[in-house]
């Protein structure tokens, strides 16, 4: 007896949900090495080993568009329509590559919707997640698509890191930057400004303190306008110490959930 196919199918380019129903398709990793399979064959702690031991670049590569063919096609046979949250277009060829595909399947590909986050990490992660609990709501795909585009706007995309040692070894800034960053010992802080990866401001102190800063700057300037259905704690190869006290500061500041 043939499996009924459910009705709506949420994938994105971030973060595999199995609960919530959504689907991830990966990115691959480019170093002088060779070419790997995001988390299958290269994680965030292996990148930061790699240029930490001398190497020379770690590039994101954007699925091919055969690759969200494949990847659409599949997740077609159980599911009657997709909604595709890509990671922003200004930034790789994620979301150009996606529309591509679809253009490229003919009839089947009019039942893939993607919309370009204009985000990356757990910003589309985010999106990704509203369009689930619609999905759960019994919004159909025209509906779940629509919502996304109004409220993409809404997601605001910062992260802190260390150093812009790793920016300018992929070419994103000069060498100058970066020992004057080193000299004050500040901390950058980077946001999505029109999709794109800019430097927002810079804070002073010990990581882990200017993290706490960072999420302090960030939710009480924001704490009567943020939805507080969830949070994302999102980090990449940080301690327990570091995370366990990024938890503490989001948990004094605000209450989700």
């Known amino acids: 007896m043939a499996e009924t196919k459910k009705k709506i199918r949420i994938t994105t380019d971030c973060g595999l949900l199995e609960e919530n129903d959504i689907d991830m398709i990966f990115f691959h ?6 070419r790997f399979y995001d988390r299958d064959e290269m994680t965030a702690e292996n990148v930061f080993e790699h240029m930490d031991g001398g190497g020379l670049k770690a590039e994101a590569e954007s699925p091919s568009i055969q690759e969200y063919v ?4 599949k997740n077609l046979r159980n599911y009657d329509k997709i909604v595709h949250v890509s990671m922003s277009g200004a930034i790789g060829d994620a979301y150009k590559n996606a529309m591509e595909a679809t253009r490229r399947m003919g009839f089947s590909g009019e039942k893939v919707m993607v919309v370009d986050s204009q985000s990356i990490s757990a910003g589309v992660g985010l999106l990704a997640m509203h369009a689930a609990d619609m999905v759960a709501d ?3 795909a025209s509906d779940i698509y629509l919502a996304l585009e109004r409220i993409k706007h809404k997601v605001v995309t910062s992260f802190i890191v260390p150093d812009a040692y790793y920016f300018y070894l992929n070419d ?4 100058y930057v970066v020992k004057l960053i080193e000299m004050f010992q500040l901390r950058p802080v980077v946001k999505l400004r029109d999709g ?4 927002a ?4 102190g010990n990581y882990q303190n200017a993290i706490k800063k960072y999420i302090k700057y960030n939710l009480r300037r924001a704490n ?5 259905r969830r949070v994302f704690l999102t980090h990449s190869a940080c301690n327990v110490k570091t995370v366990q006290a990024a938890k503490k500061e ?3 500041i605000a209450k989700f959930g």
Request: net charge positive.
């Open 29 to 34: 990793v480019i170093t002088e090495n060779g």
């Open 201 to 204: 401001y810079f804070l002073a």
């Open 196 to 199: 794109k990866i800019k430097f």
């Open 224 to 228: 009567r306008r943020i939805n507080k």
């Open 172 to 175: 994103k800034v000069n060498f």
């Open 70 to 73: 494949d990847f659409f096609r």
């Open 250 to 252: 989001i948990d004094y």
């Open 138 to 140: 019994g919004k159909d």
